[in-house]
């Protein structure tokens, strides 16, 4: 089986910066892509920002230029870098993983999720 748990949510005042954390664990043989939803309420999930095996990074267009994902391939981890937040990113963030088990079978797998709150 395989686990992906976040981290790193919280209250934080508008013009802040949270960095989101997610950790992988489990039946592991690779990782391909590593990405980032959010979905607040009454709304529904959306991709903030992804990023391939090979290093490639999609972002929401709501985002860009103020959140940067990276990952470590070595930790099974995936990393989302906030700055200048502002009340409308509050959500719940999720983290997603496409792995490959050690049975060779591919699957996407989430994270429960951890909520980020801009607020004054």
């Known amino acids: 089986q395989v686990q992906l748990v976040e981290s790193g949510g919280g209250l934080v005042q508008p013009g802040g910066s949270l960095r989101l954390s997610c950790t992988a664990s489990?039946?592991?043989?690779?990782?391909?892509?590593m990405g980032w939803y959010r979905q607040a309420p009454g709304k529904e999930r959306e991709l903030v920002a992804r990023?391939?095996?090979?290093?490639?990074?999609i972002y929401g267009d709501s985002v860009k230029g103020r959140f940067t994902i990276s990952r470590d391939n070595a930790k099974n981890m995936v990393y989302l870098q906030m700055n200048s937040l502002k009340p409308e990113d509050t959500s719940v963030y999720y983290c997603?993983?496409?792995?490959?088990?050690?049975?060779?079978?591919?699957?996407?797998?989430w994270g429960k999720g951890t909520l980020v709150t801009v607020s004054s």
């Open positions: 990023i391939t095996g090979g290093g490639s990074t």
């Open positions: 997603k993983m496409r792995i490959m088990g050690r049975s060779r079978y591919v699957m996407d797998y």
């Open positions: 489990g039946s592991i043989f690779s990782i391909n892509d």
